[in-house]
């Protein structure tokens, strides 16, 4: 898995590809080098203002709650909404392709958060994550970004995938926000900043 990612490699379920373009956007595989992460003060916020979830750490799992969560948090999408949280899963997510772990979050016992991360020898991969829409002004993505991080660098991890944005503006920017970022140019991983690799 370390040798896919490193290469701009992702997985759906049990089925692998990657792609330097999609229609007209340039496609931007992006990591973390978690040696140089250092966390910014507005995601210290989000930390802060999610203090009162409860966060569980589980085996990959999908039960009827997240297919709920999931059909909620896909109306967000107005374009190309996503089918089924099976096409990211494979029938076994805890151990195909890999070892891969449930983030969960819940607010007074209600789900409200679910995030997928591989785990491979010196890195971890985000699968997937979706959260409830009621929940958005707390910024639950980048919270799931963060606690995915903050738990690579327990695990002693030197990288963080944490998937496809695009070289162009769009929806995935807040991708763009993490310090110790690189992209990937489809021949090497470089520095990433606002201006660009």
Wanted: hydrophobic share 35%; net charge positive.
């Amino acid at each position: 898995m370390d040798a896919l990612w490193a290469q701009g490699w992702r997985h759906f379920g049990t089925f692998f590809f990657r792609y330097s373009r999609l229609g007209a956007y340039r496609v931007l595989p992006l990591r973390v080098r978690l040696s140089a992460f250092r966390m910014r003060r507005s995601q210290r916020r989000v930390l802060r203002k999610n203090q009162d979830l409860r966060v569980e750490w589980r085996s990959a799992f999908v039960n009827e709650e997240v297919e709920r969560l999931f059909e909620r948090h896909k109306a967000r999408f107005r374009e190309n909404p996503p089918r089924s949280i099976h096409s990211f899963l494979s029938p076994n997510p805890a151990w195909v392709p890999c070892r891969a772990y449930s983030l969960v979050l819940y607010h007074r016992e209600k789900l409200v958060g679910i995030s997928y991360l591989d785990e491979g020898r010196e890195a971890t991969s985000s699968v997937y994550q979706c959260f409830e829409p009621e929940y958005a002004d707390r910024s639950l993505g980048i919270f799931l970004i963060l606690l995915s991080i903050l738990r690579s660098l327990e695990w002693g991890k030197r990288y963080y995938y944490l998937g496809y944005a695009y070289l162009e503006p769009s929806f995935y920017d807040y991708k763009k926000r993490f310090l110790g970022l690189e992209g990937y140019d489809w021949r090497r991983w470089c520095p990433y900043t606002p201006e660009g690799l």
